[in-house]
């Protein structure tokens, strides 16, 4: 009787979830992930089992990774001292290199290879494949708490990106592949960037006019003054919580690359917690979604 309850519940799961796979059939869903979650195989594996799903149910994943853990811990290995600026790191050029051996090398083919152990194909890129995006270097802005004066800080090869081709992700969309690319790429100075995963994940979306945007992070989304889950806002609400302080901190930088991507194109960002199991296929497929969605 009971394993009849298991399978009567699992049967009901599958039916709601219907309409929601409809909704998304075919659509392109662009997937950071990062943080802490990318650090637990367990979750690794759970990640990468649920990115085989939603191919098999004819949506279309591209997932764009980050890294700055390991980046950090290779860079302490190889005896290369970090500085940051604002969260962003001062890369000179021994550490591009390492950068780029870390975010398109291993980190790539670790994921790349557990999407593979699914079933499916993923395929490693990073901005550089097919030109897909051209970077452009980034320069920070600080006031000197000293002097009061606004100064200009050299990051190094940081980079945004300044153009974007989907070409090789169209092509390998509609090819049944799945996209799996490292933040990393050239710029018309022919140096190697190192672009924020989540600032690259947002003009990848935009480019695309992608169906969603979803940003893997270390909490559950935005939260209200008494620590509650935001599941919905817009952008004019979510200025107004930035305004007022309650969006504070290393939120408000996603929040704003969710801005920018909605104003590409993109139709819904949301922002979720990565170290919950399945938390994608509960965004995607049920009413009530895992994080805060943003929409225009």
């Known amino acids: 009787m009971k394993n009849q309850q298991n399978s009567s519940r699992d049967a009901a799961i599958l039916a709601n979830a219907l309409p929601y796979m409809q909704r998304y059939k075919g659509k392109q869903v662009v997937i950071k992930y990062g943080g802490h979650a990318m650090g637990d195989i367990e979750l690794s594996k759970a990640f990468a089992r649920d990115i085989a799903l939603l191919k098999q149910s004819k949506l279309n994943p591209i997932i764009v990774h980050g890294g700055g853990p390991q980046i950090g811990r290779m860079l302490e290995k190889m005896g290369i001292k970090s500085e940051f600026v604002d969260g962003l790191r001062i890369t000179d050029e021994k550490t591009i290199e390492i950068v780029e051996m870390v975010l398109a090398g291993s980190i790539n083919k670790q994921i790349v290879a557990m999407i593979n152990q699914q079933g499916e194909k993923a395929i490693g890129l990073c901005g550089k494949d097919g030109n897909m995006v051209v970077a452009k270097k980034t320069s920070k802005k600080i006031i000197d708490p000293n002097s009061n004066i606004e100064k200009i800080i050299d990051l190094g090869f940081v980079g945004e990106p300044d153009k974007i081709d989907c070409s ?107 170290k919950i199991e399945h938390a994608i296929l509960i965004e995607l497929f049920t009413e009530y979604g895992a994080g805060t969605l943003i929409v225009k």
Do not use: W
């Open 168 to 274: 090789v992700i169209n092509m390998l969309a509609s090819s049944e592949m799945i996209p799996v690319i490292a933040p990393v790429a050239a710029g018309n100075d022919g140096h190697t960037y190192n672009i924020n995963a989540d600032i690259f994940a947002g003009a990848i979306a935009g480019a695309l006019k992608a169906k969603r945007l979803l940003f893997l992070t270390d909490v559950v989304g935005v939260l209200d003054r008494d620590n509650n889950l935001i599941p919905k806002l817009t952008i004019k609400r979510a200025k107004e919580l930035i305004k007022d302080g309650t969006i504070h901190g290393g939120m408000i930088p996603k929040v704003q690359t969710c801005f920018e991507a909605l104003e590409n194109g993109v139709e819904g960002v949301v922002i979720l917690n990565g």
